[in-house]
DNA sequence: TAATTTCACCGAAACGTTTCGGTAACAAAC
DNA sequence: GTTTGTTACCGAAACGTTTCGGTGAAATTA
């Protein structure tokens, strides 16, 4: 465990002062080309590293920022975002001397107590708020706390900082897709009400089948698992004869996408023959599970390195304005066809 | 943004010196009940939080731990170990005032630098190794680095400390209640062979099947992947007569046996009545599908928790020994039944 | 040559803790 | 009544940076 090499080592070898070292190291100008040149070798020749704990306490910063994810285990265990959206988040993070500290918090109120307890020790310069939910308290509790946050996907009127990536253009794909197919009967599986983002997407089906002057259907709620799928295929097909069933029906993530073929399957009718079904996300799973999985695809992993960008320059104090990344997109495979033939 | 209240505050409303502040608030002796009371309470008043950054220079510690995750993003999703193992951490580090340090690496030199910059800074005060692959570069690397470290499910003859939930119980119940159904004919669907963890299951799967007179039958490698369970299934099933293929697989994760299953389907093999299909971890999707996947369950939560006190303690020095924790067991649901009648 | 500006460089303070040696005050022992 | 011991408390140093005011010397101007 030999001791550290600190600033002082290196002005002492450099023959000069510390904070002219600092001034060096940092370009900061009032140091001559030629001393600036010998600090910088003895730094190198020392493996002169600056501490990070020095620098916090010096700048006031922290040189981290967090991320709180408030959903159970296996919803997280299974959901393709978070994975993708905390890789591109380090992408931009790491290159600036940043990192993400994550914690989790499957209780609402705990998931508050941790941005609290990160904010009264500064763990953390800032903040990422995700899978909104309506009326959310971490908003308030951000501002009380002066803490800099971004929220991801966030509904206009969001009062901090947002990326968002839009879902209307998407899921207007899919309904333009389904219609030119044939479909008249549809339905559609929501996310649990209480998040913002199911209530989106929703929204922005019904509106794309009101634009196209169709009926909007039956809308079931769901909780974004496979199992939930599972319930609403039952809740849908289960003992309706085949003229009174929905012929498409969009589930508001992939995973609840893929119990509903499944359970389509075991109750005999066909996809994508006698029914087309349809998800949101673009997990891969989906297009290895047979048919393959016809999808909005959302590119979480974009979305986190403009919410990391996003997240430093609020830090920062840059003027900043919100970002909206390119739609999701409809991808079209194999689980979504013609309209059955009434006969 | 109302300044932060320092020790110093605190001193000046109780009338004493700082350093008595510290020893009262730190429960150290020195300090008569008296002023610990007065002291105590002044904190209280002003609402005193410690400042991270202070202690931590002072300290010479971080108060954080790292890990750094090299798997690509997709297998990150799927995988139902992260979520629950963090979890699991993240409930010994917080009520210990430290916090979890996220760093994603897909390449596996990308992840030695992240180890490498971690330390550098001092970023952390430990780390976890999970994901151990044979002759892993990262123990050599913390080592020369002096950072404490915990590995998990190591081999033995592991030079760190490690955290260990044993395979081989769950995975020999599994073989015995397979060769209870009367089935003679096996296979077995490897991970990844860079893996130690692959191996491990797969020799615990060889040397269960050996202890019981049986020939070990074919071995595959897989990928860990839904994809590489159907090419598995594939490889070993398609376009083999009945009495040629093996009747009873295991695919050393559950991911790939979902996808082992669906193959298998799509070949007009009912499972599991013509062949029987396991997998390991007890991932929860498992028993969603249909027919609900047999498994060795693993704790993933209940070894995030061990690990973390096992690397809390190391940093502090405590003589440590490794941990075992409970082995993990068989689960038997609907894709394993009694071997099919030759006739 | 004297006054002024510019510039490289330095020393010290500040960030907020913990720790350690020291010093009064007072009690117990000889 | 001096010694010894104990206790409560204090002041200052240390951790490793950045920043800011200051100083001397060189360069510019008058």
Redesign the interface.
Known sequence: ?SN?VTIVDVAAKAGVAISSVSSALNNRPGVSEDTRRRIVEAARELGF??????R??SA?R?F?VGLVVHRD??V?????FF??F??GI?TVL?PRGY??????G?EPVETLD?YR??A????VDGVFISDLGVDDPRIALVQEL?LPAVGVNADPGFPLAAVRQSHVEGIRELVEHLVGLGHTRFAHVTGPHEFIHAGQRQRAWSDALEAAGLPVGDIVEGDFT??GG?AAADRLLAGRAPDERPTAVMCSNDLSAI?FL?RAG?LGIRVPDDLSVAGFDG???GS???PMLTTVATTP?LLGVEAARLLLETINGTAVVDIDIEPARLVVRSSTGPAPQPR
Chains 1, 2 share one sequence.
């Open positions: 465990m550290r590293v600056p501490s990070l704990r020095g916090s306490l006031k922290a981290t285990p296996y997280l265990e299974s959901d393709p994975g993708s905390i890789g380090e790491d990192a993400l500290i994550l914690q989790m499957s941790r307890s990160l009264a020790n500064r763990r002066g496979y199992e599972v119990g499944g075991e997990i891969e799973l290895y599970v047979r992993r």
